[in-house]
């Protein structure tokens, strides 16, 4: 079976990127596996692909490479609508909206066309008119697969299939490092800036923690000052960017999500993957679609002081070392739903059900 899966851009550090790369990965043992990628930023993709993968890109966007067509989206749109109008897949899976409504309309019918869903619904209008088009819509999370369903209205079948974690052994948290981790884009919907906040005031009381931010982003330089201004020198430290964010995560005891929409989960499921139980806030969008509270981590409820409620979440982790182990455990009992072998095979059920080719 020849499967291809369309993305934006396969060179970024985003969630995305990562479960698709995961994904690929693992259908690659059993398929003929593509990505591609509309646009190449980079020498080499941030994350590692499998050789089994094969990668291709429509648009060099390097600096210094020269095109014939005129440079921005009319480039990138004709170059896409090119490759759609001769695709030789039997599987096509597009990983945006925009992508999405561009295979509806240019890929061959003969394709069995898939849209892989993270986020809420964009501006309806083109969703509406091409979406049904396509032979399956597949959401990461049950609020995304409800909010779909809602603005296909069952013109489309929406199915809810998990983001896969990179194929195991996993590495594990010893549980003894006096460190909480937190990681992914440096942007204001992260909420970084509440999380140092909290942090201060874990530092205050248990001065031999430390706080290890993994990333990067237009967010850099406010949390920064933001932590030159608590004077948190000793306590907060930037780590840069990192492929392995799991085995980052293996060095901490726990890890801290303060964003305020969690719509992509790789930094949660990876952290849980760890043996490590997550901090976060609760919501009808974010860290409580992948974690249960008291389970496999612990969730803040929003609103009043957020701030003093995350810190003294943070403290009631550290100052209770069973309780921490426990959580840990329950993570690691909750990562294993989201293991690339059992996330491929759901893939492979609803492939075999929309064209019966498997």
């Known amino acids: 079976m020849r499967i291809c899966l369309l993305v934006p851009s396969v060179d970024g550090m985003r969630g995305d990127v990562r479960s698709v790369v995961n994904l690929a990965g693992e259908l690659a043992e059993r398929h003929d596996v593509e990505i591609v990628s509309v646009r190449r930023h980079r020498d080499r993709p941030f994350f590692p692909i499998r050789a089994k993968v094969r990668l291709s890109w429509l648009v060099d966007a390097r600096p210094g490479v020269r095109h014939l067509l005129p440079a921005g989206e009319m480039r990138a749109e004709v170059a896409l609508w090119r490759r759609l109008r001769g695709l030789r897949a039997d599987v096509l899976i597009t990983t945006r909206p925009g992508l999405s409504v561009q295979a509806a309309r240019h890929a061959?019918?003969?394709?069995?066309?898939?849209?892989?869903?993270?986020d809420r619904p964009p501006v309806p209008g083109p969703i509406r008119r091409f979406y049904p088009r396509l032979d399956a819509v597949v959401a990461a999370t049950e609020s995304g697969r409800a909010e779909w369903e809602r603005l296909l209205e069952g013109e489309v079948g929406v199915r809810l299939i998990r983001d896969a974690l990179p194929a195991g052994p996993w590495p594990r948290s010893r549980m003894d490092n006096r460190i909480v981790a937190a990681g992914g884009r440096w942007v204001p919907v992260k909420a970084y800036d509440r999380l140092i906040r909290a942090f201060?005031?874990?530092?205050?009381?248990?001065?031999?923690?430390?706080?290890?931010?993994?990333?990067?982003?237009?967010?850099?330089?406010?949390?920064?000052?933001?932590?030159a201004d608590l004077h948190l020198h000793n306590h907060v430290y930037f780590m840069g960017t990192t492929p392995d964010l799991g085995g980052e995560f293996a060095k901490a005891s726990?890890?801290?999500?303060?964003?305020?929409?969690?719509?992509?989960?790789?930094?949660?499921?990876?952290?849980?993957?760890?043996?490590?139980?997550?901090v976060g806030f609760g919501g009808a969008r974010g860290p409580g679609e992948f974690v249960v509270d008291g389970r496999s981590g612990v969730l803040v409820p929003e609103g009043g002081d957020e701030v003093g409620a995350y810190a003294a979440a943070l403290l009631g982790l550290i100052d209770d070392e069973r309780r921490r182990r426990e959580l840990a455990a329950g993570a690691l009992e909750a990562a294993a739903g989201y293991g690339a072998p059992a996330v491929a095979e759901r893939w492979e059920k609803l492939i075999a059900e929309t064209s019966g080719r498997l």
């Not at 061959?108 to 993270?118: G, Q």
């Not at 009381?205 to 933001?226: F, I, N, Q, T, V």
């Open 108 to 118: 061959p019918r003969e394709t069995v066309r898939i849209a892989r869903e993270w």
């Open 200 to 227: 201060a005031v874990v530092a205050g009381k248990r001065p031999d923690w430390r706080l290890r931010l993994y990333g990067s982003g237009p967010e850099e330089k406010r949390l920064r000052a933001l932590v």
């Open 254 to 278: 726990i890890v801290a999500v303060t964003s305020r929409a969690e719509a992509l989960g790789m930094t949660v499921i990876e952290a849980m993957a760890s043996g490590v139980p997550v």
